[in-house]
């Protein structure tokens, strides 16, 4: 008021400009500060209106503040006559969300509501639901280890490009991988125990170029078991697992027992994380520790659905034909700029 009423002042003295103490600026206010560095004021033309008149500005924020405060209420209402259908998938699914968080403050889904209806009208893009629980990069390796260093050192590049991609596109991204074919193609199984030396050289190259998660693939056979029981007491950086056939009961049995020694050898039984028994698992699965790779490089994404899958159940409130169509249209809305960004990468890389 003191301020209003020295601007009001000098305004209708007439002077070209008068010095005020100093004050922060106010992006609502009419009045241009231009900083004085001698006498550390600003300075007020007189060109300007009188402090008393409102500015366009001032008349945006109101209407921007009523709306805020009229849109949740429509969304009830919307809820209320049934016409909440209308409203996109992702909205529906991003209001059921915060409903289900807001059990501390019970006005909170209605402004959420409102702000994420802006949101929707504005264009903006839709609520990041899914995470990226994987980006697993698949390569193939050979028993010439001399050629290990600078295939892993090009998986683990890729899987750092790959993960600030998409963190710029809005996703989290929680790990990277490194899978390969099954670690009996590139080790010498005769001989178990040069066989565990060329595995701890295999670590020592993940340590130094710090590939925290690398899968070496199925065993399939007896022997292979044996040394994928090793590898795991070895190091919690490799991952594998044992392939099991049809009816193949003396395998099934062999990793059985891989499983109790697992637990038994090594802290807390924790080793049996990086180990398991897989069934009808094709290559290319991103996800540890039943992954493995075939062929040319590749590269897949483990996605965490949980939150897509129970807010859209909630929004269906118990109409299961409607929760289907819902959990349709929402992990293609959700997944669709994933896979766009995923063809991309393996289009340039």
Request: hydrophobic letters at 45%.
């Amino acid at each position: 008021g003191t301020i209003g009423e020295a601007v009001r002042e000098a305004t209708a003295r007439g002077p070209r400009c008068c010095a005020l103490p100093a004050w922060p600026s106010c992006p609502a206010s009419p009045i241009v500060p231009l900083a004085c560095p001698t006498h550390h004021s600003f300075h007020v033309h007189r060109s300007l209106a009188p402090y008393s008149r409102k500015p366009a500005l001032y008349y945006m924020s109101l209407v921007a503040l009523v709306a805020l405060l009229l849109l949740p209420l429509l969304g009830i209402a919307l809820r209320r006559l049934g016409f909440w259908q209308l409203l996109p998938s992702s909205l529906q699914v991003a209001c059921s969300i915060q409903q289900g968080r807001s059990s501390c403050c019970k006005y909170r889904l209605p402004y959420t509501t409102g702000f994420l209806f802006l949101t929707a009208m504005s264009g903006a893009e839709s609520v990041k639901l899914l995470k990226v629980r994987t980006i697993t990069t698949g390569v193939q390796l050979s028993s010439d280890s001399a050629t290990w260093r600078e295939i892993i050192r090009t998986a683990a590049a890729f899987n750092t490009l790959t993960a600030s991609t998409l963190q710029e596109s809005g996703f989290e991204v929680q790990t990277t991988r490194i899978s390969t074919n099954s670690f009996e193609e590139y080790l010498e199984l005769s001989d178990p125990a040069a066989a565990l030396v060329k595995m701890r050289e295999l670590d020592a190259i993940l340590t130094e170029e710090n590939v925290q998660l690398f899968n070496a693939g199925p065993a399939t056979s007896t022997a292979g078991v044996d040394l994928a029981v090793e590898a795991i007491k070895l190091s919690p950086r490799i991952s594998c697992s044992a392939k099991v056939n049809d009816l193949d009961w003396e395998m099934a049995l062999h990793v059985a027992r891989a499983v109790l020694r697992i637990g038994a050898e090594t802290e807390g039984g924790e080793g049996n994380f990086q180990f398991c028994a897989s069934f009808n698992v094709a290559p290319g699965v991103p996800f540890f520790p039943a992954a493995y790779h075939a062929g040319e490089p590749s590269f897949a994404f483990g996605c965490e659905t949980s939150e897509v899958i129970a807010a859209s159940l909630t929004s269906a409130k118990g109409d299961m034909a409607s929760a289907r169509n819902m959990l349709l249209d929402c992990m293609h809305e959700q997944l669709a700029p994933l896979e766009e960004l995923g063809y991309a990468l393996s289009q340039s890389n």
